[in-house]
């Protein structure tokens, strides 16, 4: 079993920073690829950024100059830096990993339970 769990959610005036973390534990063999989400009510989820094993990542383009995702391989964990917050990144976060476990030893994608992040104007 694996488990992701996120925290540093929490309520922001506009301009404010956040950062995000989220750690990996279980039956951990090798971490792939970690991202960020987010899904706002009535809104389908949406990646906000990635991040590979090698280092190279990808943030959608209504977040660059803005946020930055970074991770720590050796603790399986990933962090989202938010600065300059808007309004409209108001939404629940949520973290994700592409994992091979160790038994039995497949790859599989897994998801953390979500943190709030608001945003107020």
């Known amino acids: 079993q694996v488990q992701l769990v996120e925290s540093g959610g929490g309520l922001v005036q506009a301009g404010g920073s956040l950062r995000l973390s989220c750690a990996a534990s279980?039956?951990?063999?090798?971490?792939?690829?970690m991202s960020w989400y987010r899904q706002a009510p009535g809104n389908q989820r949406e990646l906000v950024a990635s991040?590979?094993?090698?280092?190279?990542?990808n943030h959608v383009d209504s977040v660059k100059g803005r946020f930055t995702i970074s991770g720590d391989y050796a603790k399986n964990t990933v962090y989202l830096q938010m600065n300059s917050l808007k309004p409209e990144d108001t939404a629940v976060y949520y973290c994700?990993?592409?994992?091979?476990?160790?038994?039995?030893?497949?790859?599989?994608?897994?998801w953390g339970q979500g943190t709030q992040v608001t945003v107020s104007s």
């Open positions: 279980g039956s951990i063999f090798v971490t792939y690829d």
């Open positions: 994700s990993a592409r994992i091979r476990t160790r038994i039995p030893g497949s790859i599989d994608k897994y």
């Open positions: 991040i590979t094993r090698g280092g190279s990542t």
